[in-house]
C-alpha cells in the first residue's frame, strides 16, 4: 500500500511538471499525451520514475512525445528546442535524451504511434491510407472503389434478376 501511495505522489509531481511546460511552451494536446504517458508508466509492474530524479523524467516524458511527434521541427506547430526542455527542467541533454529512448522503448513508440500522436500526426499520416495485400502495398482508396463498384453491380444485376422475375408472373 505505501508503495502506491509513493507511485501516486511521484506521478502527481510528473504530471505537475510536465503541465507547468505543456502550458508555457506546448499546448493542451501535448499536455494530456503527457499525463497518460506517465499514468500507463504508473501501471508498469517496476515503475520507472521512482528512481532518479524526477525532473530527468519530466523532461523525458515530453522529449519522447515530441520525438514521435516531429516536436523539434520548426516547420510544425507547437515547436521546442531539446534545449528549451532541458534548460526549463534544468537536465543533462544527454541524460534527457537517454530517458525519453527508454520510456519510448518500455512503450514501443515510434513514428505514426496511434496511441501518442498528435492529432495533426494522425491526419497527415501518408501510410494511414496504405495497406498491405499478400505482401502487396496498396492505396486505401483503391479497395474502396474496387468494393463500391463491386456494389453497383451487385445492385444492377438484382435489378436485372427483379426485371426478369416480373416478367414471368
Known amino acids: 500500500m505505501r508503495d502506491k501511495t509513493r507511485i501516486n505522489e ?24 503527457c499525463e497518460k504517458l506517465i499514468r500507463k508508466m504508473s501501471r508498469k509492474r517496476n515503475v520507472p520514475y521512482l528512481s532518479g530524479r524526477i525532473e530527468i523524467w519530466a523532461a523525458g516524458v515530453i522529449y519522447a512525445l515530441g520525438q514521435i511527434n516531429f516536436l523539434f521541427d520548426r516547420s510544425f506547430e507547437p515547436y521546442a528546442t531539446p534545449d528549451d526542455i532541458c534548460d526549463h527542467f534544468g537536465t543533462n541533454k544527454s541524460t534527457t535524451s537517454q530517458k525519453a529512448k527508454v520510456i519510448r522503448d518500455m512503450f514501443k513508440m515510434t513514428y505514426g504511434n496511434d496511441e501518442f500522436s498528435t492529432e495533426r500526426n494522425k491526419e497527415n499520416d501518408p501510410f494511414a491510407k496504405l495497406m498491405m495485400i499478400n505482401g502487396l502495398i496498396v492505396p486505401i482508396d483503391i479497395l474502396e472503389s474496387e468494393s463500391q463498384e463491386e456494389e453497383e453491380e451487385d445492385n444492377t444485376m438484382q435489378d436485372k434478376r427483379q426485371i426478369t422475375m416480373d416478367n414471368f408472373i
Open 10 to 33: 511521484k506521478a502527481h509531481q510528473l504530471i505537475s511538471l510536465t503541465t507547468e511546460f505543456c502550458e508555457q511552451h506546448l499546448d493542451d494536446e501535448y499536455e494530456q499525451l
